[in-house]
Structures are given as structure tokens and as C-alpha cells.
């Protein structure tokens, strides 16, 4: 079965950075394009990032355009999202993704908190 | 870019039908599928409609998806309601370059 486990998730002060990492099993990690989804306390989902299965196109929402950088190791089957300049609006869920252009299977998300 | 646009929230009692939209700002909706996820409080979303009205295995059919050219739009209809019906609902398309999420509608089962 597909699983998605996503970690490296936690405090960090404004400014800061953090790597996350999502792993997956279950599936050929190197046939599909992988996404990144974030989601703020209380609010709606939010794309922020997408890369193609062999990582040569990568899309980023402009919230996080040159802040973030979309990752992945096909041999390691593992996908990452390394964060730059944090601000607390990046203060989310974020959820590692499947892509097909629509959603076919999520992780459980990790909790990313950006505050002094 | 487009945007695809859902209603804040939706109230309807049990063993009714409540019908959710989801217009798209630029762009045929029928251009690309649209998806529609639930997600309950405290829990990642699940699929409940794939592909503008394929429901997945597990998904009772009182889930329904529809598409309308005319208004550019599409639907998730839930009949029967049941309280464990309660939860946000997402609707999801994309094109060549993104992929876009409706803000989500809170569905309350009263």
C-alpha cells in the first residue's frame, strides 16, 4: 500500500530554516511526479510546490518563490522541501503529496511553526 | 493563473441533499478534471470524487460530481446527508503550470 510519511517538522524562529522530508514506499516513487501542500491553522489548502518525476520541471507558488526549494533522491525515494527565510505566514501543515495533477494520496502531515 | 472559487459554508439537515460549487475564474472548467476532497478536523483529506464525478471504492454513492460548461463550474452533491457528512470540503484542478485548490466549504449537518 502507498504510504507517505513526512518529518523534520518543528519551532523555528523567524528568519530561520528547516529541511523536510517525506518518504514513500509502495509505489515506483520514480514514475510519478511529488508535491507539497501546505495548510495554515484554521485555513484552506495551499500548493506550494511540485516536481516532476525525474525533477527536471519544478513549479512554486509565488508565496514561496525563491525561499523554497523542492527536492527529490529516486534512489532514496524520498522527497524534500528545504525552507529559507521563514516568515510566520509559513507557519502550516505541510503535507507531502502524490501528484497527478490532482491528489491521489497524502501523507499525515508535519506541523511547521515560525515564531520568536 | 485561474482561481476556483467555493461558497464560505453550507448548513442542511440530515436526510437532505446539499450541493456545493466550485467556479473556475479563467479557463474551461472541462479542460482539465477536477477532484473534490473531505477533510475532517485534525485529519489530512481524503478523495471522495476523482476525475469530475468518479467516486472511489469506499465512497458511499450518495457522493456525486458533475460539471457545468454553461457556468463554468463544477458540483459535489451529497443526498442523504449524515451527520459523519460534517467536514470541509475541497474542490482541486489544474493546468500545465499549477494546480489550484478552492478555499474550501464547511459543510454543518444540523
Known amino acids: 500500500q502507498v504510504q507517505l510519511v513526512e518529518s523534520g517538522g518543528g519551532l523555528v524562529k523567524p528568519g530561520g530554516s528547516l529541511r523536510l522530508s517525506c518518504a514513500a514506499s509502495g509505489f515506483t516513487f520514480s514514475d510519478y511526479y511529488m508535491s507539497w501542500i501546505r495548510q495554515a491553522p484554521g485555513k484552506g489548502l495551499e500548493w506550494v510546490s511540485y516536481i516532476s518525476s525525474s525533477g527536471s520541471t519544478i513549479y512554486y507558488a509565488d508565496s514561496v518563490k525563491g525561499r523554497f526549494t523542492i527536492s527529490r533522491d529516486n534512489a532514496k525515494n524520498s522527497l524534500y522541501l528545504q525552507m529559507n527565510s521563514l516568515r510566520a505566514e509559513d507557519t502550516a501543515v505541510y503535507y507531502c503529496?502524490?501528484?497527478?495533477?490532482?491528489?491521489?494520496?497524502w501523507g499525515q502531515g508535519t506541523l511547521v511553526t515560525v515564531s520568536s | 493563473n485561474f482561481m476556483l472559487t467555493q461558497p464560505h459554508s453550507v448548513s442542511e439537515s440530515p436526510g437532505k441533499t446539499v450541493t456545493i460549487s466550485c467556479t473556475r475564474s479563467s479557463g474551461s472548467i472541462a479542460s482539465n478534471y477536477v477532484q473534490w476532497y473531505q477533510q475532517r478536523p485534525g485529519s489530512a483529506p481524503t478523495t471522495v470524487i476523482y476525475e469530475d464525478n468518479q467516486r472511489p471504492s469506499g465512497v458511499p454513492d450518495r457522493f456525486s460530481g458533475s460539471i457545468d460548461s454553461s457556468s463554468n463550474s463544477a458540483s459535489l452533491t451529497i443526498s442523504g446527508l449524515k451527520t459523519e457528512d460534517e467536514a470541509d470540503y475541497y474542490c482541486q484542478s489544474y493546468d500545465s503550470i499549477q494546480r489550484v485548490f478552492g478555499g474550501g466549504t464547511k459543510l454543518t449537518v444540523l
Open positions: 503529496a502524490r501528484d497527478r495533477g490532482l491528489v491521489d494520496y
